[in-house]
């Protein structure tokens, strides 16, 4: 009989060191996700554009040019000078802010990536700390700001940051 409970545990133990073992899966897929965070998106955003979307800040464009990929925004939020559009696309937010001259200069995209994946591809943040609910990465004349949402979303912030 104790063999019998020796070879249970033994089992118990390998299947529990095998679970352990597993890598964390990769949740930042294009099935899921407008954004997918790989070389290309990132060497893009370096330069003010989001890979596989309508949305960049290297030249002026305007809420008619994203219309043509997109369609219609479901919603509009009016703040005087700056206006704000909202689509979702692949059940993620993805927020669009216009200033007063009609040019679209801030994007937030909602992306499913954990802290642990969006660190491997991004590196250490330029400004905050890696523990922290923000992680900012200055590249060339855009800055790139993570914002965290729950334990497998992050909200994506891209704007050209001001010329010092």
């Not at 905050?128 to 979303?153: C, E």
Request: glycine share 6%; aromatic share 8%.
């Amino acid at each position: 009989m104790k063999i019998w409970r020796m070879i249970g545990l033994l089992i118990l133990l390998i299947a529990l060191m095998t679970a352990c073992k597993k890598e964390i899966p990769n949740t930042n897929t294009a099935k899921d996700n407008v954004v997918v965070l790989n070389n290309e998106t990132i060497q893009g955003m370096e330069k003010g554009i989001l890979v596989g979307t309508p949305l960049r800040l290297d030249k002026k464009i305007r809420l008619a040019d994203v219309e043509k990929v997109w369609g219609k925004y479901e919603e509009m939020h009016d703040h005087e000078d700056i206006h704000t559009y909202v689509y979702t696309i692949k059940n993620r937010r993805i927020v669009i802010d216009e200033e007063e001259l009609k040019t679209l200069y801030l994007f937030h995209i909602e992306i499913g990536i954990t802290r642990e994946e969006l660190l491997a591809k991004m590196g250490t943040p330029t400004e905050g700390k890696k523990t922290g609910k923000s992680l900012v990465y200055q590249k060339n004349d855009y800055r790139i700001t993570f914002r965290y949402i729950d334990d497998k979303t992050w909200d994506l912030i891209l704007f050209k940051a001001p010329q010092d």
